[in-house]
């Protein structure tokens, strides 16, 4: 039966069920089999009435609808349950903590790594952060390798289902382990979750419409015992029991080429004006798909034959019914959610869900419709403690614990995870920006090995991204489209000259030349910005940063490169800020035009 069949047919079957009913209440003794057929009918009536009122996708079939309706209902039951869960934990994160580390460590206590810390014979916190140091991926190499190579109950008692590759940003790909727990605490404590703040935020995410969902199917490929090595996030696989929600059909997804994958997520995507939500794992992949509409839309007009208006605002001239982006639009990818909210998403709400990395859940946004991008860390996901800002050079600094860090300091995380990660450095540095009860809320501000450091000054990507936005400001007619830095040493007799500096590599649209002195803007910006990046440059101990426009297109040619270089998927690569390969500042400096 199709939708509009159902449509006809929903209020015959309403007054019909009324009309039994009534008669079976009347009616003194009451068969129990026709009083749970009544009770089903008018069930059964009830769920098609609210079916009905919902906005709906074109030409879908009812078992579509229906399921689509059941699995919301699910959801959002379970959301409602988590939710009232992790606000019951925000309030004792003390004790949740304490309960989620001494859980970790009796569940891998047997392990190898487990009897080589003596795990048993902790028995609080406290001991734990005494015996056992920080550490860094080096620490975990071999062991890994020994789980690549089939060895069982190394550093984790669960079963490995993925050695997870990470994206590379801020140095050599780590392979890290993912389990079992690792993805049911995303999907409980994350998604779930997160979907509840939605619907509260925005209700008309409570439809039956379809959703555009540009996610690709990555490569993988196995240990020499045979686990899968590749990324561990949402792809046509993990998700194909909801595949059916999508505009995409099924065997669309199963296409290898990124290229050829896209053109298919556009063309079905425009064949349905009823699409309701655009989502994505980054910003900077939906950014992409209009940057390839624009260039294939001759195609795509010809094989929907329909034509456009421009593509300023084009999302809600395409899906009339749109109401919401899904995406992370914070860190490296901040300045795609700001070009797509400028641009081809203009009016369009955006929801950054996620804080998350390849090592787990980190903390969940139950602010959808604040500016900024705030996350409440999960207290049940990891056990996490904070190295304060300044003393991230120390080689074993002492941690804060969740209810010692203080509203308005940064720090960065370390995690103890449910896939045998033990006070792990992830290298990422967030500011407490206040509490939720006594859970900290915190805005990611930058990776370390992110930052641009050439005579110690240490410029984060936030700090730079900042005065990056202010010069492009004063350059008439420019449009910021990507960016990123190397520092001179990596270049050698590149650039020439001896001063250590940086170069910075812009992508623009509306403009092709740069004056010496538009140039220059952006090291004045950044001076304002950072006093310790300006007290070198008063004194000559630092050059003026040297400032290279590129031809369109450019980044996304990079960006091939780069996945290409560290196996990463398009589903979760992050646009490398500061260069540390001379092989991509050169492939840019290939691409210069001014």
Known sequence: MTVSAFRAAVPLFLVATSVLVAI????????????????????????????????????????????????VKVVSWL????????????????????DTLMGRLRK?????????????????????????????????????????????????????????????????????LSTKDTNSEFFLQGVVVCLDAMRQAFPASDNLQRTTKFFYMPTFHQSEAGIPIGPNSSTPASSRHMLNLYTTPSPAFQVP???????????FSLKDPSVGTLESNFTSTVFYAFQSLQ???????????????????????????????????????????????????????????????????????????EPRRWYLLCPRS??????????????????????EVKEGQSYELVITNAAGLFRYRIGDV??????????????????????????????????????????????PGAQLVDYCCAESGILGDSTGGCDPHYQVFIELKGVRNLTEEQRYKLDVCLQQDSAVYRSYRIKGSIGPMRVQLVAHGAFKELRKQMMSFSNTSPNTFKMHRVLRRKEYADFLLGKTVS
């Not at 309030?91 to 949740?96: A, Y």
């Not at 914070?330 to 795609?336: A, E, L, P, T, V």
Request: with cysteine; proline share 4%; charged share 25%.
């Open 382 to 403: 990891m056990f996490c403690e904070f190295l304060p800002e300044s003393s991230l050079e120390e080689e074993m600094p002492p941690t804060l614990l969740m209810e």
């Open 257 to 267: 080429s990124e290229k050829d994958a896209l053109y298919l997520h556009l063309l």
């Open 108 to 176: 891998n206590e047997q392990t190898i790594y487990g009897r080589l810390f003596n795990f048993s014979s902790i028995k609080d916190s406290a001991t734990f952060r005494a015996r056992h140091p920080i550490t860094t991926y080096e620490h975990y190499r071999e062991l890994i390798g020994r789980v690549a190579a089939g060895e069982e109950k190394v550093i984790t008692a669960g079963k490995v289902l993925i050695l997870a590759m990470t994206s590379g940003t801020s140095g050599p790909s780590a392979m890290l």
């Open 430 to 475: 967030v500011k407490v920006v206040g509490f939720h009860n006594r859970c900290p809320i915190v805005e990611f501000q930058y990776r370390r090995g992110q930052m641009l450091n050439v005579r110690g000054e240490k410029v984060s990507e936030v700090v730079f991204l900042d005065a990056l936005k202010k010069a492009v400001a004063q350059w």
């Open 79 to 98: 959301g409602r349950r988590q939710r009232a869960k992790l606000e019951g934990d925000t309030v004792d994160v003390r004790r949740v903590q304490e």
């Open 295 to 369: 260039e294939r839309w001759q195609e795509l007009v010809e094989d929907i034959e329909r034509g456009k208006a421009g593509f300023q605002g084009i999302a809600k001239r395409l899906w009339p019914d749109l109401h919401l982006v899904l995406a992370v639009d914070s860190g490296s990818n901040q300045i795609y959610g700001e070009m797509l909210r400028a641009n081809y998403c203009q009016g369009i709400p955006f929801y950054s869900p996620f804080y998350a990395a390849t090592e787990g859940l980190i903390g969940v946004n139950l602010w959808p419709e």
């Open 24 to 71: 079976l209440i009347q009616t003194e003794a009451m068969p129990p089999r026709l009083a749970v057929t009544a009770c089903s009918l008018v069930g059964m009536a009830l769920v098609w009435k609210d079916i009905r009122s919902k906005v709906r996708g074109q030409g879908r079939m009812l078992s579509s609808l229906l399921g689509q309706y059941v699995a």
